[in-house]
């Protein structure tokens, strides 16, 4: 604006002189945008004892002596590791849905028998940019969860441990049947 003025002051001043045009422009902004992405991979088992990896289902295979029922999952364990990205700063998070493995099936303990185990606990782990989030899965918390925030944009390899670590009575028989818990592992908002 000061510049305008000053032109039209000039041109006041100096009447019948011819003026050159002042070079004329325009600047113009040229933007895009990306939003905010986080991706992870389709996982790929590393290390197992006693535990295998199909369509995302982790089934462990000796949750209990075939003999007397006992747990003997101990030391079972997988690891997984997924291709992973996030183009901000974000959070790795896992949460567990039952709090531990519960057995699904319809098989119940009768009244006035003894003891039986029907959860098993479990330890899951997750290694991202060095960072880890771990619990454990051995108390029925629903939603017990685990978040560790990334302070910028990250892409590497996202690594997943589940390590079985026990039941109530370790005396006890587990009750026949599917023991099982959702894990989420999450790239993004925490959970």
């Known amino acids: 604006m000061k510049s305008v003025i000053a032109i039209a002051l000039l041109s006041v001043g100096v009447s019948g002189m011819a003026i050159a045009a002042p070079d004329d422009n325009d600047v113009m902004d040229i933007n895009g945008s990306v939003s905010d992405t986080c991706f992870l991979g389709t996982p790929v088992v590393s290390a197992s004892s ?3 990896l199909a369509s995302k289902i ?3 295979s000796a949750l209990a002596d075939t003999s007397t029922a006992v747990f003997t999952g101990g030391g079972s364990s997988i690891e997984l590791n997924f291709d992973g990205m996030c183009n901000y700063a974000h959070n790795v998070s896992i949460q567990s849905t039952n709090g ?3 057995n699904s099936s319809s098989n119940t303990v009768v009244a006035g028998s003894g003891s039986f185990n029907s959860t098993v606990g479990y330890t899951p782990t997750v290694k991202w940019h060095n960072q880890l989030a771990t619990f454990n899965a051995d108390d029925g918390s629903a939603g017990k969860k685990a978040s560790k925030p990334i302070l910028g944009a990250f892409a590497g390899i996202a690594e997943l441990q589940i390590n079985l ?3 109530d009575d370790p005396a ?3 009750v026949a049947g599917t023991y099982t818990d959702d894990l989420v592992l999450q790239l993004g908002a925490a959970l």
Request: a negative charge; zero cysteines; aromatic letters at 14%.
């Open 172 to 174: 006890a028989p587990l």
């Open 50 to 52: 006693d535990a295998s």
């Open 165 to 167: 670590i026990g039941v």
């Open 58 to 60: 982790v089934t462990f």
């Open 100 to 102: 531990w493995l519960i």
